[in-house]
């Protein structure tokens, strides 16, 4: 039984997004594995508070990830 967690920062993504999220890591675990994983495949999404996060010295919150979200 797989058991995918994800760490996002809090008030990144909207409902919407977690539960692509959930379905599209849902899909990849059954390609690898087979259809018959698909009802034991857990996937949990974690938030973190926004400044509880950083990448190179720097606390990120959700206004910086945006930002880099657009440059991308």
Known sequence: MPLVNVKVIENVFTPE???????????TMVAIEGEALRQVT?????????GNWGIGGQALNASIVRQMQQRA
């Open 42 to 50: 857990w996937v949990t999404i974690e938030e973190v508070k926004e």
């Open 17 to 27: 997004q977690k539960k692509l999220i959930i379905s599209k890591l849902t899909d």
